[in-house]
Nanobody, 127 residues
Framework: QVQLVESGGGLVQAGGSLRLSCAASGQTFATNSMGWFRQAPGKEREFVAAIGRSGTSTGYADSVKGRFTISRDNAKNTAYLIMNSLKLEDTAVYYC????????????????????WGQGTQVTVSS
């Protein structure tokens, strides 16, 4: 079993930056790709970013491309999401996820392809 714990959420002004962390524990050797998803009140959960096992392959939703950066440190069993130039519409609960599957570019964007999930961390962007 794999446990994921997100941290780093909080309140930030529009235009500011925030770094989210996702610490993995347990049977971390079973994981391959990791991803970040978010869900705003009354909206469906949406893909944000994903990264492959080695950290060399990344993908982003169009809405965050150029502003967010996903990375991972396998030695620390931790994934990160660095969010810059935050906008009001970025406000949501952000979830970290991991999968044992080897996923292609499109498959990494689907939440159903991930088996392990964190509890979520709230990100609120204010004006």
């Amino acid at each position: 079993q794999v446990q994921l714990v997100e941290s780093g959420g909080g309140l930030v002004q529009a235009g500011g930056s925030l770094r989210l962390s996702c610490a993995a524990s347990g049977q971390t050797f079973a994981t391959n790709s990791m991803g970040w998803f978010r869900q705003a009140p009354g909206k469906e959960r949406e893909f944000v970013a994903a990264i492959g096992r080695s950290g060399t392959s990344t993908g982003y939703a169009d809405s965050v491309k150029g502003r967010f950066t996903i990375s991972r440190d396998n030695a620390k069993n931790t994934a990160y999401l660095i969010m810059n130039s935050l906008k009001l519409e970025d406000t949501a609960v952000y979830y970290c996820a991991a999968t044992y599957g080897i996923l292609g570019l499109t498959s990494r964007q689907k939440s159903q392809n991930y088996q392990y999930w964190g509890q979520g961390t709230q990100v609120t962007v204010s004006s």
